[in-house]
C-alpha cells in the first residue's frame, strides 16, 4: 500500500443515484432537510459570529454553535451540485458570502474573545474548534463552486492560527494546553486540506509540530495505536496525519497510520461500522447497552471522511469495504426513514431517539456523511474505472482517454445482481475494476452476455475493455447470512454488508430485555418472511425487506422463528429492536 498510487473520487454532479437503490430515498429526504435547516435555522447558525451569549459560571452551547454553519456549507454545497438544482445552489453562495462576511480583520471568524474580564476554560478550550468547522465549509465551497473568496476566508483563518499559536516547540504550548481534549488539534486536518491549493509549507511545519508536541498524537506514532479519546476528534486528526505524511512522501508514517486505523477497526469498530460510546473510546470488551450512548453521529461520519481520504490516497479495496459496512449501517441507522430527524447516538438495542442529546452537533453532522454516497460508488485512475457499490446510479468519469459514462441497474441488497453498461468513445481502451465484497459468494461476471474468467486483483475483478463503444457487465453473486462478534459470546447477523435487528413490530410476541432468552444456533439459515405489517397502528413507512430467522428460545424445546429487519430501518416507527444476541450455549 503506497502513497504514489491515488485514486480520484467522483465530483457531487458527476453521480447521480436513481430510483430503486438502496440510498436514493435517504439522500433527497437529506436534500429536504438540508433546505429545512437553512429556512429555519440559517440565521441561528450565522447567529453565533455575530455574537457571543456565554456568561461565566454558566455554560452554554453557543460557545460551539459556531461549528454548525460550517458543517451546513459542506453538505449542502455537495447537495445543490448533485441535484443540479439551480435555487439550491444560488441559497449555498448566499450563505457562503454571509459567513465570510463575520470575518475579522486578523482572519478570527466571529466576535472575538473578550478581553476585559478573565476567559473560562470552555471558552479557550472550543475557541479554535469554530475556526476548523468554518475551514471544514469555506474549503469544500471553494473545491466544488471555485469561489476565491471562499479560499482566501479560510487562508486567513488559517493565519489566525498559526500567528496566535506560533510556535509550537514544547508541550506546555497555549495551543496544547488550552484545547479540551482534542478540540484545537483537529483542525490540523484542515491545515493540510488548505496545504493541497496553497503549498504554504509553514502550514506543514506546524502540523507538524503538533504531532511532535501534543503526546497523545506523539505516543500514537510511537507505539501504532489509537489514543483512547473521542473518536469524533481522534478521527479528524488522524485525517490531518495522513495528508502530511501524503505531503511529505512518508511512507513509514502513513503505514503507521494505516495500522492504527485498522486496530481501530478490529478493537473499536461496533459491527454497525461506527465507534464509541459516550463519545469516547474505552478499554476493554464492546458493549451492547441497552438504549446505550453508542456511535455518536459525528464520529460516524467522520469515521467515513478518515477512510475515505485513504481510499483515495491508496485505491485499496479494504477501504471501499469499510465505507460500505459504516454506510448501509451506522450511517443510515442515524437517519429516519424520510431524512427529516437524526439520532445523536445510535444504541444497538431498545430505542432510537432523534433529536435528543447533549447537543446538536450530531444533526448537523449526519447529513455530511449521507452527501458523501455518491462519491463512494465509483471512482477512477488513469484509465481504470472503478465500482465499489452495487447502487443504481449514473455516472460521467473522465479518464486519460477520455471520458466514460456509467449506468448501474442494481437489484442489491434484495438480490445479489447488478448491470452495468458503459459507453465510451469508439478507441478508449482501459480496465473496469469491480469491486467483490470479501462477504460475498459466487461472484461471477458476464461480458456483453458471454462468461468471463478474470482474477481477483486487490479485491476486484479487473476486466479489459477494448474494440467497442458500448459494453453490459452482467454482475451477479451471492448474499450469505454471516455472524459477527461484538465482543466475548456477543454476535450480530448479517447480510451481505448489512446488520440485521429484531424489530418489534414484525415480533409481537418477542421479549428482547432479558440478554440470555434468545440465543444463535450452531446452524442458520435465513427464508422469506411475511412483507406485511402486522401492526396496522404504525403510520405507514417505506417498504424494509424482512428475513425469516430460526433462533433458539430457552422459553420452548424447538427452535422459534424470529423476523429480521435491516438495522438500518429498525425501531424507526419508535419500536424496540435488538440487534446483538449470545451464542447457544453447549
Same mark, same amino acid.
Given at each position: 500500500?503506497?502513497?504514489?498510487?491515488?485514486?480520484?473520487?467522483?465530483?457531487?454532479?458527476?453521480?447521480?443515484?436513481?430510483?430503486?437503490?438502496?440510498?436514493?430515498?435517504?439522500?433527497?429526504?437529506?436534500?429536504?432537510?438540508?433546505?429545512?435547516?437553512?429556512?429555519?435555522?440559517?440565521?441561528?447558525?450565522?447567529?453565533?459570529?455575530?455574537?457571543?451569549?456565554?456568561?461565566?459560571?454558566?455554560?452554554?452551547?453557543?460557545?460551539?454553535?459556531?461549528?454548525?454553519?460550517?458543517?451546513?456549507?459542506?453538505?449542502?454545497?455537495?447537495?445543490?451540485?448533485?441535484?443540479?438544482?439551480?435555487?439550491?445552489?444560488?441559497?449555498?453562495?448566499?450563505?457562503?458570502?454571509?459567513?465570510?462576511?463575520?470575518?475579522?480583520?486578523?482572519?478570527?471568524?466571529?466576535?472575538?474573545?473578550?478581553?476585559?474580564?478573565?476567559?473560562?476554560?470552555?471558552?479557550?478550550?472550543?475557541?479554535?474548534?469554530?475556526?476548523?468547522?468554518?475551514?471544514?465549509?469555506?474549503?469544500?465551497?471553494?473545491?466544488?463552486?471555485?469561489?476565491?473568496?471562499?479560499?482566501? $476566508? @479560510? +487562508?486567513?483563518?488559517?493565519?489566525?492560527?498559526? &500567528?496566535?499559536?506560533?510556535? /509550537?516547540?514544547? %508541550?506546555?504550548?497555549?495551543?496544547?494546553?488550552?484545547?479540551?481534549?482534542?478540540?484545537?488539534?483537529?483542525?490540523?486536518?484542515?491545515?493540510?486540506?488548505?496545504?493541497?491549493?496553497?503549498?504554504?509549507?509553514?502550514?506543514?511545519?506546524?502540523?507538524?509540530?503538533?504531532?511532535?508536541?501534543?503526546?497523545?498524537?506523539?505516543?500514537?506514532?510511537?507505539?501504532?495505536?489509537?489514543?483512547?479519546?473521542?473518536?469524533?476528534?481522534?478521527?479528524?486528526?488522524?485525517?490531518?496525519?495522513?495528508?502530511?505524511?501524503?505531503?511529505?512522501?512518508?511512507?513509514?508514517?502513513?503505514?503507521?497510520?494505516?495500522?492504527?486505523?485498522?486496530?481501530?477497526?478490529?478493537?473499536?469498530?461496533?459491527?454497525?461500522?461506527?465507534?464509541?460510546?459516550?463519545?469516547?473510546?474505552?478499554?476493554?470488551?464492546?458493549?451492547?447497552?441497552?438504549?446505550?450512548?453508542?456511535?455518536?453521529? $459525528? @464520529? +460516524?461520519?467522520?469515521?467515513?471522511?478518515?477512510? &475515505?481520504?485513504?481510499?483515495? /490516497?491508496?485505491? %485499496?479495496?479494504?477501504?471501499?469495504?469499510?465505507?460500505?459496512?459504516?454506510?448501509?449501517?451506522?450511517?443510515?441507522?442515524?437517519?429516519?426513514?424520510?431524512?427529516?430527524?437524526?439520532?445523536?447516538?445510535?444504541?444497538?438495542?431498545?430505542?432510537?431517539?432523534?433529536?435528543?442529546?447533549?447537543?446538536?452537533?450530531?444533526?448537523?453532522?449526519?447529513?455530511?456523511?449521507?452527501?458523501?454516497?455518491?462519491?463512494?460508488?465509483?471512482?477512477?485512475?488513469?484509465?481504470?474505472?472503478?465500482?465499489?457499490?452495487?447502487?443504481?446510479?449514473?455516472?460521467?468519469?473522465?479518464?486519460?482517454?477520455?471520458?466514460?459514462?456509467?449506468?448501474?441497474?442494481?437489484?442489491?441488497?434484495?438480490?445479489?445482481?447488478?448491470?452495468?453498461?458503459?459507453?465510451?468513445?469508439?478507441?478508449?481502451?482501459?480496465?473496469?475494476?469491480?469491486?467483490?465484497?470479501?462477504?460475498?459468494?459466487?461472484?461471477?461476471?458476464?461480458?456483453?452476455?458471454?462468461?468471463?474468467?478474470?482474477?481477483?486483483?486487490?479485491?476486484?475483478?479487473?476486466?479489459?475493455?477494448?474494440?467497442?463503444?458500448?459494453?453490459?457487465?452482467?454482475?451477479?453473486?451471492?448474499?450469505?447470512?454471516?455472524?459477527?462478534?461484538?465482543?466475548?459470546?456477543?454476535?450480530?447477523?448479517?447480510?451481505?454488508?448489512?446488520?440485521?435487528?429484531?424489530?418489534?413490530?414484525?415480533?409481537?410476541?418477542?421479549?428482547?430485555?432479558?440478554?440470555?432468552?434468545?440465543?444463535?444456533?450452531?446452524?442458520?439459515?435465513?427464508?422469506?418472511?411475511?412483507?406485511?405489517?402486522?401492526?396496522?397502528?404504525?403510520?405507514?413507512?417505506?417498504?424494509?425487506?424482512?428475513?425469516?430467522?430460526?433462533?433458539?428460545?430457552?422459553?420452548?424445546?424447538?427452535?422459534?422463528?424470529?423476523?429480521?429487519?435491516?438495522?438500518?430501518?429498525?425501531?424507526?416507527?419508535?419500536?424496540?429492536?435488538?440487534?446483538?444476541?449470545?451464542?447457544?450455549?453447549?
Amino acid at each position: 500500500m503506497t502513497l504514489n498510487n491515488p485514486i480520484t473520487i467522483p465530483l457531487p454532479n458527476e453521480v447521480r443515484l436513481l430510483r430503486g437503490g438502496r440510498f436514493m430515498q435517504r439522500y433527497d429526504g437529506n436534500i429536504n432537510y438540508l433546505k429545512h435547516m437553512h429556512d429555519h435555522f440559517g440565521e441561528f447558525m450565522l447567529g453565533a459570529f455575530a455574537s457571543r451569549h456565554y456568561a461565566p459560571g454558566k455554560l452554554l452551547e453557543r460557545i460551539w454553535d459556531g461549528e454548525y454553519a460550517g458543517k451546513w456549507l459542506d453538505a449542502a454545497t455537495h447537495a445543490a451540485l448533485n441535484s443540479h438544482d439551480q435555487d439550491f445552489v444560488a441559497m449555498v453562495d448566499e450563505f457562503a458570502a454571509k459567513l465570510r462576511s463575520y470575518q475579522q480583520e486578523d482572519g478570527f471568524m466571529g466576535e472575538p474573545l473578550p478581553s476585559d474580564r478573565d476567559l473560562n476554560d470552555w471558552e479557550l478550550g472550543w475557541n479554535v474548534w469554530v475556526q476548523w468547522t468554518s475551514m471544514i465549509g469555506l474549503l469544500t465551497h471553494y473545491e466544488l463552486r471555485g469561489e476565491p473568496a471562499s479560499l482566501e $476566508c @479560510a +487562508t486567513r483563518i488559517a493565519d489566525w492560527v498559526l &500567528q496566535t499559536y506560533s510556535p /509550537i516547540d514544547s %508541550d506546555e504550548a497555549a495551543f496544547i494546553g488550552q484545547g479540551r481534549g482534542f478540540t484545537n488539534v483537529a483542525v490540523i486536518n484542515q491545515l493540510m486540506r488548505l496545504y493541497k491549493h496553497t503549498g504554504n509549507e509553514k502550514l506543514c511545519n506546524f502540523v507538524d509540530s503538533v504531532i511532535q508536541h501534543f503526546e497523545p498524537l506523539r505516543k500514537m506514532m510511537e507505539t501504532g495505536e489509537p489514543h483512547i479519546a473521542h473518536p469524533y476528534m481522534l478521527c479528524a486528526t488522524l485525517t490531518g496525519m495522513v495528508d502530511l505524511a501524503l505531503a511529505r512522501n512518508d511512507q513509514q508514517s502513513f503505514d503507521i497510520l494505516v495500522g492504527i486505523w485498522r486496530a481501530l477497526v478490529n478493537v473499536h469498530q461496533f459491527p454497525t461500522g461506527s465507534l464509541g460510546e459516550d463519545e469516547n473510546l474505552y478499554e476493554g470488551p464492546l458493549n451492547d447497552n441497552p438504549d446505550g450512548k453508542l456511535q455518536e453521529t $459525528c @464520529a +460516524t461520519t467522520e469515521w467515513i471522511f478518515l477512510t &475515505q481520504r485513504l481510499y483515495e /490516497i491508496t485505491g %485499496d479495496a479494504e477501504f471501499a469495504e469499510a465505507l460500505e459496512k459504516t454506510s448501509y449501517n451506522a450511517l443510515v441507522a442515524a437517519q429516519s426513514d424520510d431524512g427529516m430527524k437524526w439520532c445523536y447516538y445510535t444504541p444497538l438495542r431498545y430505542s432510537k431517539h432523534f433529536f435528543h442529546g447533549p447537543t446538536r452537533c450530531c444533526f448537523w453532522s449526519g447529513p455530511r456523511g449521507i452527501v458523501r454516497i455518491p462519491s463512494m460508488i465509483y471512482a477512477s485512475r488513469k484509465n481504470e474505472i472503478f465500482v465499489n457499490f452495487f447502487e443504481s446510479s449514473t455516472a460521467a468519469l473522465e479518464t486519460q482517454n477520455g471520458s466514460v459514462a456509467i449506468k448501474q441497474e442494481s437489484q442489491f441488497p434484495k438480490v445479489g445482481s447488478t448491470r452495468i453498461s458503459l459507453s465510451t468513445l469508439s478507441d478508449w481502451s482501459g480496465i473496469l475494476n469491480i469491486r467483490v465484497p470479501t462477504w460475498s459468494e459466487a461472484f461471477t461476471i458476464k461480458l456483453d452476455g458471454n462468461d468471463l474468467t478474470t482474477t481477483l486483483t486487490n479485491g476486484s475483478m479487473r476486466i479489459e475493455i477494448d474494440g467497442s463503444s458500448e459494453y453490459v457487465i452482467d454482475v451477479s453473486f451471492s448474499i450469505p447470512l454471516t455472524k459477527e462478534l461484538l465482543s466475548e459470546n456477543n454476535y450480530a447477523l448479517k447480510r451481505g454488508p448489512e446488520v440485521l435487528s429484531v424489530d418489534l413490530r414484525d415480533n409481537n410476541d418477542t421479549w428482547i430485555g432479558k440478554n440470555d432468552l434468545i440465543s444463535i444456533p450452531d446452524e442458520i439459515e435465513l427464508y422469506p418472511a411475511d412483507q406485511q405489517n402486522p401492526w396496522p397502528g404504525f403510520k405507514k413507512t417505506p417498504k424494509r425487506p424482512r428475513y425469516r430467522i430460526s433462533l433458539d428460545d430457552r422459553r420452548t424445546t424447538e427452535r422459534m422463528d424470529f423476523t429480521f429487519t435491516p438495522y438500518a430501518d429498525a425501531g424507526n416507527d419508535g419500536a424496540a429492536f435488538r440487534t446483538v444476541f449470545p451464542l447457544t450455549s453447549e
